[in-house]
């Protein structure tokens, strides 16, 4: 276990040597991480290289808590969100750093407005070590601006989370200048427009955003990965835009699993192949063989946008099928009944199909209801014009009079008995 106080007086050891981009060696220089990085290293510790990696090491500690050899992060570059400046914390409200281009290695106090206003988070990296009384008591008393941070920790917030909601700054300062009690405090905070108009996991996100950025970063990136496998379960294809607005919906507002499917469902699109993946995917394939089975012919875009709301949650396979069902009956009245009772019209026309199949010489997988003649035979009409399939016996024959039955071997020897068993019964026979 590295002592803090140890790893300060590495650092102060290196007060003076000047700033230099990339450096890491106080005989060439440092930047400021390549300085953090040089002092742990003495103590036997490893960090990240760069600000914004290291900030993910350890535990966040609020700036009322800060002990030496604590790390304190900067956000210097309105540019760019996120830390960009590292330093470590020596006690007494003052951290050491190498600054910038110009300056060397230097001690700096936290209550300096620039420091102040860019502050972005601490943390207490894994096996270092210090006493308790050199650190977060002394912080307290640098300056009249830490006891507006001390009064933000304690209702679980941080001074840059304050900074970015001008409605709770203004509270903030009021409560500073009036000395307002912590239940005061804490009353205003729930009587603002922020508290009323966000929702608790909306405000808790807001807050774990720049109390704990290392965190909420964390967070993020596993709501992206969570995001994107969702993608794939239900067959959405997603933009990186897209993923990242479901990753804030889920992290922000505490999206559960049907309402992540409903934004999802938005996004079920054909692959490049033209096949749907995932839930959809399945789904799709379901719709079409009920439709194949029950005789409706169905577009890809009806099936896509079927499987969509499916996934989405504003329909069910159930209710798409029963659809299917409907149409098939209104398609072939004369089996209307049967349909609506559970049976299939590919079922209900296996008789005609088995003719066509014997009586044409063909595969029965090849006829099905769509096959113009069974279609006909199921879609015929009686004299009043009312639904009456066509029998057995007339589909039979109806199958013969086409002239590929002629052509099938032994039709002619079949048809030429057939004719002489008719003369012999009119007593005609030879």
């Not at 098939?328 to 079922?347: T, V, W």
């Not at 066509?390 to 039979?396: A, C, K, N, Y």
Request: aromatic share 8%.
């Amino acid at each position: 276990m590295a002592r803090g106080e140890d790893i300060v007086e590495t650092l102060r050891s290196a007060l003076g040597v000047q700033y230099r981009w990339g450096g890491t060696s106080p005989n060439s220089g440092f930047d400021c991480s390549g300085l953090v990085v040089w002092a742990f290293g003495k103590a036997g510790i490893q960090l990240p290289r760069t600000t914004y990696n290291m900030i993910n090491e350890g535990a966040s500690v609020p700036p009322n808590k800060l002990r030496p050899g604590d790390l304190v992060f900067f956000d210097t570059d309105r540019k760019r969100s996120g830390p960009d400046h590292v330093g470590v914390y020596i006690g007494g409200g003052k951290f050491i750093h190498a600054a910038r281009t110009g300056q060397p290695v230097k001690i700096s106090s936290l209550s300096e407005s620039y420091y102040m206003d860019r502050w972005m988070g601490g943390r207490r990296v894994s096996g270092v070590s210090a006493d308790p009384s050199s650190g977060g008591g002394e912080a307290l008393e640098v300056a009249p601006r830490l006891d507006a941070s001390e009064l933000a920790e304690t209702y679980g917030m941080s001074y840059a989370f304050f900074k970015s909601q001008p409605e709770l700054m203004k509270l903030l300062d009021g409560a500073v200048a009036e000395q307002w009690s912590p239940e005061k405090f804490q009353a205003k905070v729930k009587n603002s427009k922020w508290w009323k108009t966000n929702s608790e996991t909306v405000r808790q996100a807001q807050l774990l955003q720049k109390t704990d950025p290392a965190t909420y970063k964390a967070n993020m990136e596993a709501a992206r990965v969570a995001a994107r496998q969702m993608a794939v379960q239900v067959g959405a294809i997603l933009s990186d835009k897209n993923v990242e607005k479901l990753a804030k919906n889920m992290v922000w507002y505490g999206w559960q699993d049907a309402q992540v499917q409903n934004f999802l469902g938005k996004y079920v699109d054909f692959t490049d192949k033209q096949t749907l993946g995932g839930m959809a995917g399945a789904a799709a394939k379901a719709i079409k063989e009920e439709a194949y089975k029950n005789g409706v012919a169905v577009t890809e875009q009806s099936v896509k946008n079927n499987a969509a709301y499916i996934v989405r949650g504003l329909t069910s396979m159930e209710k798409v099928q029963a659809s299917i069902r409907e149409q098939s009956a209104g398609l072939y009245p004369a089996f209307a009944e049967q349909i609506k009772a559970g049976a299939s019209i590919q079922d209900l026309a296996q008789p005609y199909v088995q003719i066509v199949a014997q009586e044409l010489g063909v595969p029965e997988t090849d006829v099905n209801v769509y096959t113009p003649k069974v279609k006909q035979a199921l879609n015929r009409v009686d004299a009043k014009g009312q639904p009456q399939a066509m029998s057995l016996d007339e589909f039979t024959q109806l199958v013969r009079n086409d002239p590929q039955w002629r052509r099938q071997p032994g039709v002619a020897e079949k048809t030429l008995n057939i004719g002489r068993q008719v003369l012999k019964d009119f007593g005609l026979g030879f």
